[in-house]
């Protein structure tokens, strides 16, 4: 994932997170969280926030919705926010638009590199989305008319 633009990459399944976040980060916490997925990593990285932090919550990929403990947000000052883009595009078209953007801009400048898991053609549509079902997906697919 360096490859693709990422600053540092945790193994969660054989490094303690909260040990490597507080590295990482000098013991500052990091300032966002992005969490598509969930889980039982959801409260420790939350843990680990810096003071002002927001953890964006996005998606439940793990199929477990984390009970993160409120008073975490008091003590850090720390926002939970919720990205809806479906919702982000029907009520506010014009910022989702810029945003697509920007994130097109960072990819033409190269600041950005989505990994791409896999090409399929159209006709491999339902065993590109099985492979995603059955988690075989580790990026992005795409499917070619």
């Known amino acids: 994932?360096?490859?693709?633009?990422?600053?540092?990459?945790i193994d969660y399944t054989s490094e303690n997170l909260r040990e490597r976040i507080k590295a990482l980060t000098d013991g500052n916490g990091p300032d966002v969280i992005y969490d598509p997925v969930g889980g039982e990593y959801a409260e420790p990285a939350f843990h680990s926030i810096g003071w002002r932090g927001r953890y964006l919550v996005v998606g439940f990929a793990n199929g477990e919705i984390p009970k993160l403990p409120f008073n975490l947000a008091l003590l850090k000052g720390a926002s939970i926010v919720g990205v809806?883009?479906?919702?982000?595009?029907?009520?506010?078209?014009?910022?989702?638009?810029?945003a697509l953007q920007q994130i097109f801009g960072w990819i033409k400048d190269g600041r950005v590199r989505p990994h791409v898991t896999k090409r399929y053609a159209l006709e491999q549509t339902a065993a590109a989305l099985n492979d995603m079902a059955s988690r075989?997906?580790?990026?992005?697919?795409?499917?070619?008319?």
Do not use: N
């Open 136 to 145: 075989r997906v580790s990026g992005k697919i795409v499917i070619e008319p």
């Open 1 to 9: 994932m360096l490859e693709h633009g990422a600053d540092a990459i």
């Open 84 to 98: 809806f883009w479906g919702q982000h595009i029907q009520r506010e078209p014009d910022l989702a638009s810029a």
